[in-house]
């Protein structure tokens, strides 16, 4: 076996890596909602959100994965690239997991192959069609997402002055499973295609696959369904502290919120995904929580998300760095690139090791969660919004 394919196979692993880390980061954006309002138990949500993540594959296709395979220019897409960019992306999204920022992997990718591909061919390297398209998502999907959950309150709001359902009825929890398991469908479908796109501008830079008669880097079936298997598998494992983050620290959600914040962030998603756009489902589920909560008068957490929209800000720029770097230590003459690559994997691979063996999980969460007696008697103030910051 040559030195090529067993860099190709490690670099696919880290691929995949990449996505499972996407699926446990990105599981608050469906199932923050259903957990803070007791729709589900903690340890089950996951699940169920995981099973939506991977039917996605039967029925999407492939116009994301293409955009982000086509980031960076064939001509540069090499195999150091490639494994900047990841590396760039995974850490980015271990440090704010760890801290419960509910931040971009999709920007955490894009970023990672804007400052790798700087760093291989400068401006050239780089489809600044594709990012400009990437940096106004940025922009509209927050707002879009906000909106239409700031609207469906109001819609939510009327249907239970017809039906005299309180807050946290049956019907609503229904609903809120249907518009979850949309959402849900929508992260596998938008953010498996970002693993596929890599995966595939990896394949072709190696020569392992070719472009099709449209100019698009064909995708192997095999990297389609292991890039759905691998998001799945990270949104089981949990991500517990964003949950607690998207669930319980940005506003006070009931099962009626939580419906018209599940509405916004579907229609964002799903409205990027046809559109071929790699859009962050965690802009959208986020802006959607705090459109849902402003809407309904519970307000929002300013301090929380001040510092949120400041993750959201720097996401790019500070994985562009991190891959930047990462491929420059590669181009060091052999034996330095091996000690230095190598060391800098120890380091990364110890704490990640270190961070997911000491995480909270679903007992934790579900110990923090208010009584489902508390919701029905409408406390009007989460315990975690008290004492960071003012409610506004």
């Known amino acids: 076996?040559?030195?090529?394919?067993?860099?190709?196979?490690?670099?696919?692993?880290?691929?995949?890596?990449?996505?499972?880390?996407?699926?446990?980061h990105d599981a608050a954006n469906s199932v923050a909602t259903v957990v803070a309002t007791r729709t589900l138990?903690?340890?089950w949500a996951v699940v169920f959100s995981a099973f939506f993540n991977f039917v996605a594959y039967f029925w999407v296709g492939t116009a994301v994965?293409?955009?982000v395979g086509k980031v960076v220019s064939p001509d540069f897409s090499s195999v150091a690239v490639i494994f900047g960019a990841l590396v760039g992306a995974i850490t980015w999204n271990y440090v704010t997991w760890w801290v419960g920022m509910p931040s971009s992997s999709s920007h955490a990718l894009i970023g990672g192959l804007v400052g790798?591909?700087?760093?291989?061919?400068?401006?050239?390297?780089?489809?600044?069609?594709?990012?400009r398209g990437t940096a106004l998502a940025i922009v509209i999907s927050p707002f879009v997402a906000f909106t239409i959950a700031f609207l469906a309150m109001f819609l939510v709001a009327g249907l239970q002055?017809?039906?005299?359902?309180?807050?946290?009825?049956?019907?609503?929890?229904?609903?809120?499973?249907?518009?979850?398991?949309a959402v849900s469908f929508g992260h596998g479908a938008n953010d498996a295609q970002k693993t596929m796109g890599v995966i595939a501008a990896l394949l072709f830079g190696a020569g392992y696959t070719q472009l099709d008669g449209d100019g698009n880097v064909v995708v192997p079936e095999w990297a389609a369904?292991?890039?759905?298997?691998?998001?799945?598998?990270?949104?089981m494992w949990g991500g517990w502290k964003i949950i607690e983050t998207m669930g319980l620290r940005i506003t006070q959600l009931h099962a009626s919120s939580g419906v018209a914040a599940n509405i916004g962030a579907t229609t964002a998603i799903f409205g990027a995904t046809s559109m071929g756009i790699p859009i962050s489902t965690t802009h959208a589920a986020a802006s959607s929580v705090m459109g849902a909560?402003?809407?309904?008068?519970?307000?929002?957490?300013?301090?929380?998300?001040?510092?949120m929209v400041l993750a959201w800000l720097v996401t790019i720029p500070a994985t562009a760095a991190i891959a930047f770097g990462v491929y420059e230590l590669t181009q060091l003459p052999t034996a330095?690139?091996?000690?230095?690559?190598?060391?800098?994997?120890?380091v990364i691979g110890g704490w990640v090791a270190y961070a997911m063996t000491h995480s909270i999980g679903s007992k934790e969460i579900e110990e923090e969660l208010l009584p489902e007696e508390a919701l029905d008697a409408h406390i009007p103030v989460h315990p975690h919004l008290t004492g960071e910051g003012p409610v506004e």
């Open 65 to 67: 994965a293409n955009t």
């Open 116 to 131: 790798a591909g700087l760093a291989a061919g400068w401006l050239d390297a780089i489809d600044w069609e594709k990012v």
């Open 41 to 43: 138990p903690a340890k």
């Open 336 to 346: 330095a690139a091996w000690v230095a690559v190598g060391s800098l994997l120890f």
């Open 1 to 24: 076996m040559d030195l090529l394919l067993v860099t190709v196979i490690a670099l696919v692993a880290l691929a995949l890596l990449f996505d499972f880390t996407n699926g446990f």
């Open 161 to 181: 002055k017809i039906t005299k359902w309180h807050d946290n009825a049956k019907p609503f929890k229904g609903l809120q499973l249907v518009s979850a398991a």
């Open 293 to 307: 909560g402003v809407s309904s008068g519970r307000g929002i957490n300013v301090k929380v998300v001040s510092e």
């Open 225 to 235: 369904l292991s890039a759905y298997t691998a998001i799945a598998l990270g949104t």
